[in-house]
C-alpha cells in the first residue's frame, strides 16, 4: 500500500510538471501583437477655390471629429487667390475649380515650389435664373453671346421684352476664368456691363431677387428656389456632370507643394477614399468613381 501511495504521488508530480511545462510554452509561442499606429496630430492650412469651400469644410469637420488631434483651417476667395497663397508658401494646400496656368506654374518654380496636382471631385457649372423666368434653355452659342453683351434682352432668347441682367464672378474666381474659357471665348471678354460679384452665394443671392438676372454657379449652390436653364438641350446635375452628357463640366483640384507626405497624405488619401468622395456627393458635387 506504501509503495502504491509513492507511486501515484509521483504521478501526480510528473502530470503537475507536464502541466506547468504546457502552459511555459504556450506563453512562448503566442503571437506578437502589432503595435497602434500613432495618432494623427498637426495643422494643415487650405485657401482657394469659392466653389469648393462648403464641400472643404465638410471635410476638414468630419476628418477632424475622426482625428482629434488635427486640426485643419479652411478659406475660400477664389482660385487665383489659393493659387497665390501655395505660390507665396502659406498654404499647405491650395483648392482650384480650374487648373493651374503656364505662368502660374513658372512663378511657383522660379520660387521653389513644385505645384503638384490632385483631382477630388467633378462639377457642372449651373446656368441659373429666376423661378419667374420662362426661358427654359438656351444654347452654347447663346450664352456666349449674352456674357459678351452681344444678345442683351430676353425676348431676344424666347422670354420676356427685359434687359438682361449679367452675373459673374470675379475674376479670381477659377469659375470665372473656366466659364471664360468655355462660353465667352478664350479671345472673348465679358460684357462690361456684367455684375462681378465675390462669391457664389452672392450670384444664387442676386439671381433669387432679380427676375432678369443670369449667373453661374457649381452644381453644389443649386436649389430647388431658383431655375436652371438646359444648355444644348442638358441641364446641369450630378448624372450629366458625371456622363459627360453635359457641355460645362470640369475637375475640381488640390495642388500641394510637391507630393503630399505624412499628415497631408493622410488627408489627401482620405478625401479619396470612400468617406471623402461621399462627402463630394452629399454636397451636391460629382465623386470621382
Not at 441659373?128 to 452681344?150: C, H, Y
Not at 452644381?219 to 457641355?247: F, N, Q, R
Amino acid at each position: 500500500m506504501k509503495k502504491a501511495a509513492v507511486l501515484g504521488l509521483a504521478l501526480v508530480l510528473a502530470a503537475s510538471v507536464g502541466l506547468a511545462g504546457c502552459g511555459q510554452k504556450q506563453e512562448t509561442t503566442s503571437e506578437p501583437t502589432t503595435p497602434e499606429e500613432p495618432a494623427l496630430s498637426g495643422t494643415i492650412n487650405i485657401q482657394g477655390s469659392d466653389t469648393m469651400v462648403n464641400l472643404a469644410t465638410a471635410w476638414a469637420e468630419k476628418f477632424m471629429d475622426e482625428n482629434p488631434g488635427v486640426e485643419v483651417s479652411v478659406q475660400g476667395g477664389g482660385s487665383g487667390t489659393g493659387i497665390a497663397a501655395l505660390i507665396n508658401g502659406t498654404v499647405d494646400f491650395a483648392n482650384a475649380s480650374r487648373g493651374m496656368k503656364d505662368e502660374e506654374i513658372a512663378e511657383a518654380q522660379s520660387k521653389g515650389i513644385d505645384p503638384v496636382e490632385h483631382k477630388v471631385a467633378i462639377d457642372g457649372i449651373a446656368v441659373i435664373v429666376n423661378s419667374a423666368n420662362p426661358v427654359e434653355g438656351l444654347t452654347i452659342d447663346q450664352l456666349g453671346k449674352i456674357f459678351r453683351g452681344e444678345i442683351t434682352n430676353w425676348k431676344d432668347v424666347g422670354g420676356p421684352d427685359k434687359p438682361i441682367v449679367l452675373l459673374s464672378r470675379d475674376s479670381s474666381s477659377g469659375t470665372y476664368e473656366y466659364f471664360k474659357e468655355e462660353v465667352v471665348g478664350k479671345d472673348k471678354e465679358y460684357a462690361k456691363s456684367a455684375k462681378l460679384l465675390p462669391s457664389s452665394q452672392a450670384i444664387v443671392d442676386e439671381v433669387k431677387a432679380n427676375d432678369a438676372g443670369i449667373g453661374y454657379v457649381g452644381l453644389g449652390y443649386v436649389s430647388d428656389d431658383m431655375k436652371v436653364l438646359a444648355i444644348d438641350g442638358v441641364k446641369a446635375s450630378i448624372e450629366t456632370a458625371k456622363d459627360g452628357s453635359y457641355p460645362i463640366s470640369r475637375y475640381l483640384y488640390m495642388y500641394s507643394n510637391g507630393e503630399a507626405t505624412d499628415l497631408l497624405k493622410a488627408y489627401l488619401d482620405w478625401i479619396l477614399g470612400p468617406e471623402g468622395q461621399a462627402l463630394v456627393a452629399d454636397e451636391g458635387f460629382v465623386p470621382l468613381q
